[in-house]
């Protein structure tokens, strides 16, 4: 394939192009810091599973990817669960979705529903079948969620006492206590434009009960990116848990992946069909982050898309070149195939390490292979 400067580029230096969206310079630095393109492909029927498989392996990726309609028992504590997992573990959690309807179809289907998926995975997926207004709904819809997380609603509940018809605060001191109620709103993500509170207010006869609503902002900001040294390369010279805890929790941002290509044999997205793809993703290059695809789409100068291909499978111990595949079309290709010569960035692994014995060497086996690959393919002498 014709070189480009983003395979010979390293995960670093990329995230600090300016071409690069917000919440990608954070998984490209994210994955430099904790040396693993590794993405899991978490396909399992039970909370109880998802989250298990998530603290097991979740030391050895950058991303764990979801099919929350497949997991029998899904809830918000499965949600909110897996993001404390997420943040403890530092990956990222990619919902893969697939959209492919008209604008305000996906829109209901990204943020309402059972499953609510804007609100706890930062990254999801679509295909462009309808056209480009499935990206621009897609980021519209994760607007107004950012909008609703940043915004906080405080209620003020007082009550004031009638006597004889005159209407008397109870402001004093020594009364304060037994007359007057109040209760503020415990902090809440907004969900539709409906909020309820759990308060209640005592019983009184004779009573006006006023009501007060503030609304605050608050601005989810971005981690900070350390500065560069000379050579380009930002200067970290720590230990792997000192660079994690300086590069600092995700920013509560969404990103969006395009499908260009599947893995599947026999699949209909022509070269024409992915050339539109890609297209699309240059007028949204802050939103769109890159592609699920089997080799890299980046053609121009600018472009700094980042390819995340399934089908990867490692052969056991002892069978290397040997071909892989299942009886339902899938075909499997090696990390090293996948990140040199393909030049993919981020390998996404199911059953080979989901139905392993031991899930968490075999993820590390995965992630060891893939970095290698990496290391290759920019040079080893380059800063990591």
């Known amino acids: 394939m014709a070189s480009h400067p983003s395979l010979t580029s390293t995960y670093r230096a990329r995230a600090s192009l300016p071409t690069t969206g917000p919440l990608a ?44 309609d497949i997991v029998t028992d899904w809830s918000d504590r499965t949600a909110q669960a897996l993001r404390e997992i997420a943040k403890r573990k530092w990956f990222l959690i990619f919902e893969d979705r697939k959209f492919a309807d008209i604008g305000e179809t996906v829109q209901k289907q990204y ?76 902090p809440m993500e907004m969900e539709g434009d409906d909020r309820q509170l759990s308060i209640k207010v005592a019983d009184r006869k004779q009573s006006v009960v006023s009501v007060t609503t503030s609304i605050s902002m608050r601005t989810e900001s971005i981690s900070p990116r350390p500065e560069p040294n000379t050579n380009g390369e930002e200067a970290f010279n720590l230990d792997t848990a000192t660079e994690l805890i300086r590069l600092g929790p995700p920013p509560f941002l969404r990103s969006l992946l395009l ?44 472009d700094n898309f980042i390819t995340m291909t399934p089908g990867c499978q490692l052969p056991p111990p002892g069978q290397e070149g040997k071909k892989l595949g299942d ?15 393909q030049g993919c960035d981020v390998i996404i692994v199911g059953r080979g390490i989901v139905r392993a014995q031991d899930r968490k060497s075999e993820a590390e086996r995965y992630k060891k292979a893939a970095w290698a690959a990496y290391e290759e393919r920019i040079g080893k002498t380059q800063a990591l």
């Open 259 to 302: 499908l260009a290509e599947m893995s599947s044999e026999g699949h209909l997205m022509t070269p024409e069909y992915q050339q539109k793809t890609v297209e699309i993703a240059r007028t949204r290059r802050d939103f769109v982050m890159g592609f699920i695809a089997q080799r890299s789409l980046n053609t121009e100068p600018e």
């Open 25 to 68: 310079s954070y998984l490209l630095s994210l994955i430099s810091v904790k040396q693993t393109n590794l993405c899991l492909s978490a396909d399992v029927e039970t909370s109880a599973e998802l989250l298990q498989l998530a603290e097991d392996v979740g030391d050895s990726i950058c991303l764990l990817k979801t099919h929350c």
């Open 111 to 186: 943020t309402s529903g059972h499953y609510r998926i804007a609100l706890w995975a930062e990254i999801t997926n679509a295909h462009v079948i309808p056209g480009p207004a499935i990206v621009t709904a897609l980021e519209k819809a994760a607007d107004a969620t950012i909008a609703k997380y940043n915004t906080s609603v405080n209620t003020e509940i007082s009550a004031t006492r009638q006597s004889n018809g005159i209407e008397e605060e109870d402001d004093e001191e020594d009364e304060d206590s037994a007359n007057r109620e109040s209760a503020i709103e415990s």
């Open 327 to 341: 009886a339902l079309g899938q075909q499997y290709n090696t990390p090293r195939k996948l990140i040199i010569e």
